[in-house]
Each structure stands twice: as C-alpha cells, then as structure tokens.
C-alpha cells in the first residue's frame, strides 16, 4: 500500500502541464492536457487540463479526464477524475484514481 501511495505522489501529473508536439508539416499543436499520434499519423490531445492520451492497441487515440495506463494484455483504462491517475502495477492490473473507464474502441 506505502508503494502505491508513493507511486501516486511521484507520478501525479502536474498543474498547468501541457503537452506540444509538432505534425508531420512541422505545425505546433498544443493540448490543455497530453498529446499522443494516431497510427495513420493524426494528434489528438486532451482537452481537460492533465488529461491523458495514449493510443490503443488498434492505432486509435483515446483522451480521458485522468491519465490511462495499458495493462500487460493492452487494454487501456482512463481514470474519471479530471487529472487522476491512472498506474499499472507489478502484475500488469491499471489502478486508477477514482472511478475508471475501461476504453473501448469500434472498428468501422
């Protein structure tokens, strides 16, 4: 319990933080929270201020309120607090702040 709660602490993201990443034309894009590139190369960022992005297994970009985290087979969880944390421990579980979110993608 100590190691989780000493995870969070260290790994709690930061206030104010935002993520800035450049397109493939060289253009800057900036998120009020994380940004991650689509596997047909589009960014997407988060819109809530620490929000997490991370694509998943199918190349698709998700954002939550909070950070997502993979476990050891893929699948991604989003905490549903705004700026929560969201860990992966030792045996590949994702524990989240709060409520989480299992995401889900479609295939068209």
Do not use: I, N
């Not at 100590?2 to 104010?16: C, F, H, I, R």
């Not at 190369?41 to 993979?70: I, M, N, P």
């Not at 905490?79 to 068209?108: E, I, M, N, W, Y």
């Amino acid at each position: 319990m100590m190691k989780l709660l000493l995870m969070l602490v260290l790994l709690w993201p930061v206030a104010g933080l935002a993520d800035c990443v450049k397109d493939s034309h060289g253009e800057v894009y900036c998120g009020a929270g994380y940004c991650a590139r689509a596997q047909d190369g589009t960014l997407w960022c988060s819109r809530f201020k620490a929000g997490g992005a991370q694509v998943t297994r199918e190349g698709v970009v998700v954002c939550g309120k909070g950070q997502c985290a993979k476990t050891f087979s893929g699948d991604l969880y989003c905490s549903s607090v705004d700026g929560g944390a969201a860990l992966k421990d030792c045996d590949g579980r994702v524990r989240c702040q709060g409520p989480f979110r299992a995401v889900r993608t479609r295939h068209p």
